[in-house]
T-cell receptor, first 113, second 112 residues
Framework: EADIYQTPRYLVIGTGKKITLECSQT?????MYWYQQDPGMELHLIHY???????EKGDLSSESTVSRIRTEHFPLTLESARPSHTSQYLC????????????FGEGSRLTVL | GQQLNQSPQSMFIQEGEDVSMNCTSS?????WLWYKQDPGEGPVLLIA?????ELTSNGRLTAQFGITRKDSFLNISASIPSDVGIYFC????????????FGGGTRLMVKP
């Protein structure tokens, strides 16, 4: 079972602020993902990575950016937060060779005022 | 893009009752998965199905991969209060970079 840690769990900030949501995993999984989820709604893929120095945009257009300098970390950054960015952001990993089985973090709930 | 239609969207059930939910698509999937999300948490994998017609159980949960590969269902037997949460189906094809497509979720609420 993967250990995935997301920080902060909850964040309330003002419009225009720059924020970084952290995601760390200890299992050495190559593939990592960021999903955006409004409360109780479906998950939308916004970014993914196949490994170090690999980043791709997902199905849902997002103004956020990601980086993958180390296997363990996959931070997501919003340069200038807006109220439309208010949502829950879920980080996930997947083992190589195991189709579809994602391990999710607990999520970061972002509120932009 | 691919879409998964999950039903029902929500349901109240009496404790002890059996529950059934399903997921359908116009597209074929090679893998079906069922996740559960508790309030304030990330989804957790319940069951993964890899072959058409496959029937797999995990405790009180049973899921099947439809023969047409366009649907899947999840049954929960003898529901208990801790079954409350949102259940998501997800499908995977070998196309599109092996990305999961998620359904809209079924919110399960249990009357004690």
């Amino acid at each position: 079972e993967a250990d995935i840690y997301q920080t902060p769990r909850y964040l309330v900030i003002g419009t225009g602020k720059k924020i970084t949501l952290e995601c760390s995993q200890t299992m050495g999984h190559d593939k990592m993902y960021w999903y955006q989820q409004d409360p109780g709604m479906e998950l939308h893929l916004i970014h993914y990575s196949y490994g170090v120095n690999s980043t791709e945009k997902g199905d849902l257009s997002s103004e956020s950016t990601v980086s993958r300098i180390r296997t363990e970390h996959f931070p997501l950054t919003l340069e200038s937060a807006r109220p439309s960015h208010t949502s829950q952001y879920l980080c996930a990993t997947r083992r190589a060779g195991v189709a579809g089985e994602l391990f999710f973090g607990e999520g970061s709930r972002l509120t932009v005022l | 893009g691919q879409q998964l239609n999950q039903s029902p969207q929500s349901m109240f059930i009496q404790e002890g009752e059996d529950v059934s939910m399903n997921c359908t698509s116009s597209s074929i999937f090679n893998t079906w998965l069922w996740y559960k999300q508790d309030p304030g948490e990330g989804p957790v994998l319940l069951i993964a199905l890899y072959k058409a017609g496959e029937l797999t159980s995990n405790g009180r949960l049973t899921a099947q991969f439809g023969i047409t590969r366009k649907d899947s269902f999840l049954n929960i037997s003898a529901s208990i209060p801790s079954d409350v949460g949102i259940y998501f189906c997800a499908g995977l094809t070998n196309n599109a970079g092996n990305m999961l497509t998620f359904g809209g979720g079924t919110r399960l609420m249990v009357k004690p």
